[in-house]
C-alpha cells in the first residue's frame, strides 16, 4: 500500500513543471502565485471503482472514515493545516491533483481552506443533509473520497471556501 502510494504521489509531481509561463495552452492550468503546471492531458479522470473491501485494505481507518463514509477530523488536527510549503495537494485515495498551494489560504475553521481547485473537473458536489441543513459536499472526481465542503464565504478572487479534512488529501512539495 506504501509503495503504491509513493509510486502514485511521484506520478502526479511528475506532471509539475516549475518553469512554464501563463501563456501555456487551454490544456493547463497555472496558479499565478507559485508557477506550478498541471498538464490534464496526462491525468487521467476514469472513475475508479473498488469495493468497500478493497478500499479498507489499501485506507487506515481515519482515512476510510472520512473519504468511503463521510466523516470529519476533528477541527485543528489535520498534519496539512499549518502547511505552508509550495506544491500539489492531491485526493489521498486515488492520488489526483486538487489543489495548489497559492490557492490555500488561513480560514481559522480548523481545516486546510483553498478559494479553488486546481481544474473544476477534478471535484464533484452533491448536496448533503447530515446537520439538517443543505451543504455542498465536494469528492474527488476520480474515487469519489468525500473530501470535505464547499462555503460561499472564501476570499477573492472566487468567493468560495473549500474546507478540506487534511485526512483526505496528500501533499506534493514543489
Known sequence: MKIMRYIMLLLAFSIVSCKTSSQDSAQKVTTSTDKITVDFGKIDLTKIEKSEKEWKSELSDQEYYVLREKGTERAFTG???????????????????????????????????????????VILEDTD????????????????????????DGPKPTGLRYCINSVSLDFVEK
Open 129 to 152: 443533509h447530515l446537520l439538517g441543513y443543505a451543504r455542498t459536499e465536494v469528492m474527488c472526481a476520480r474515487c469519489e473520497g468525500h473530501l470535505g465542503h464547499v462555503f460561499s
Open 79 to 121: 498534519d496539512l493545516v499549518n502547511n505552508k510549503k509550495e506544491g500539489i495537494y492531491t485526493c489521498r485515495a486515488c492520488q489526483l491533483p486538487l489543489f495548489t498551494s497559492s490557492t490555500k489560504f488561513k480560514s481559522g475553521t480548523g481545516w486546510p481552506s483553498y478559494y479553488q481547485p486546481i481544474k473544476k473537473e
